[in-house]
């Protein structure tokens, strides 16, 4: 591929990159790219983490990245998940894997990293988190909690306030050139491109992806709230299962939340349906058809998204033909995952496992 067809890949995902200069430059010097994620292993996945992180890394390695997926165990420890019990959050890890393994995530050019086993094995890496932290004062790390799913500064542990030096070590740590993702982590992600030089490290380019939005319908007024604070407020919640669809729902599940979501006709702002078609339907297919019966004007097929939020906004396509449309979709993106935690007998009790940890927390 050319430069702009790669740079075009990356575009798709990223909402916003800090910055395109920077990323073209790192194109063209044919180095091997390498891209960092990370994840709280943190009870069941919903779709966002699932499907999305998959379409998401396969454009990226389609660009020629290659991912070094940080599976946060001590984070998630940190941050209380599974009532703090390490054991539990690693099945939880590989459960996540397993998921990302049935969603067709191409795992020949992604490296999974546990921190635990990681930080173990490099004892250099306290070291780093110290200096970060004596570059920067207490107020500027504590505007970057929302990566910890946190708002109030007044509730957080001891250790929660290192976890954004963490965070930053991490990046650097690991080599990347690119951190890869949500908008909801972006503000450590600049942390580290503040603080990279000064500590001898090159600054890593931010490509922050999309934070799908909840189900469930938008809340008060923001009008002047920005991007980082407005994809932290409305994205799916898992303490909200209804906000979202899991990647192991059944098929009357994903009906019912899908029926239920926010989708008023002819309005295409904080629209969660049109979302989900635009980040996951056109993720995955090229293009999207919308069954209707003649008398309701026949089926109607769409190349793009911007085709189809045309017709929604005009009142020319209705909801719950969207909707309807939108349920198939997910049901077949969905179906093997499904299969492979019912199939596959490791998979299976992992899945039990982390379902069993859910209901007795």
């Not at 798709?12 to 800090?18: K, L, N, R, S, Y």
């Not at 004062?137 to 929660?160: C, F, V, Y």
């Not at 303490?239 to 239920?260: G, H, L, Q, V, Y």
């Amino acid at each position: 591929m050319t430069i702009d067809e790669r740079l075009n890949l990356v575009k798709q995902v990223g909402e916003e990159i800090t910055s395109e200069e920077e990323l073209r430059k790192l194109m063209e010097s044919d180095k091997e790219i390498i891209a960092y994620d990370g994840f709280e292993p943190s009870g069941q996945i919903h779709i966002a983490q699932g499907l999305l992180r998959a379409i998401n890394v396969n454009k990226m390695t389609e660009a020629g990245f290659t991912f070094k997926m940080w599976v946060a165990d001590w984070f998630a420890l940190v941050n209380n998940k599974m009532g703090g019990d390490i054991e539990k959050i690693k099945v939880v890890g590989e459960y996540f894997i397993e998921v990302w393994k049935a969603s067709g995530m191409n795992l020949n050019k992604v490296e999974f990293i546990w921190a635990s086993d990681f930080i173990k094995s490099h004892p250099e890496y306290w070291e780093l988190v110290l200096k970060i932290g004596m570059k920067k004062n207490l107020p500027r790390i504590l505007r970057t909690i929302e990566i910890m799913g946190r708002s109030d500064s007044d509730t957080l542990s001891a250790a929660q306030v290192i976890y954004p030096l963490m965070q930053a070590t991490d990046i650097f740590m690991l080599g990347a050139d690119v951190t890869q993702l949500g908008m909801d982590q972006r503000k450590v992600n600049m942390l580290a491109r503040e603080v990279a030089e000064d500590l001898g490290f090159k600054k890593p380019i931010v490509v922050s992806h999309h934070m799908l939005l909840g189900l469930l319908p938008p809340a008060g007024d923001f009008a002047n709230e920005n991007s980082t604070d407005r994809a932290i407020r409305l994205k799916m919640s898992k303490s909200k299962p209804d906000s979202a669809i899991f990647m192991t729902d059944s098929t009357k599940e994903i009906e019912r939340k899908i029926k239920n979501a926010w989708c008023p006709e002819g309005i295409i702002t904080e629209n969660p349906v049109l979302e989900y078609c635009k980040y996951i339907v056109f993720g995955k297919v090229d293009k999207m058809i919308i069954e209707r019966k003649p008398e309701h004007g026949g089926n109607l097929e769409y190349s793009s998204f911007e085709e189809l939020e045309k017709d929604f906004e005009s009142k020319a396509l209705h909801p719950m033909d969207l909707k309807s449309a939108l349920i198939k979709y997910l049901d077949e993106f969905i179906e093997p995952v499904r299969k492979h935690f019912e199939k596959d007998a490791n998979a299976k009790k992992l899945k039990e496992q982390v379902e069993s940890f859910i209901v007795t927390r």
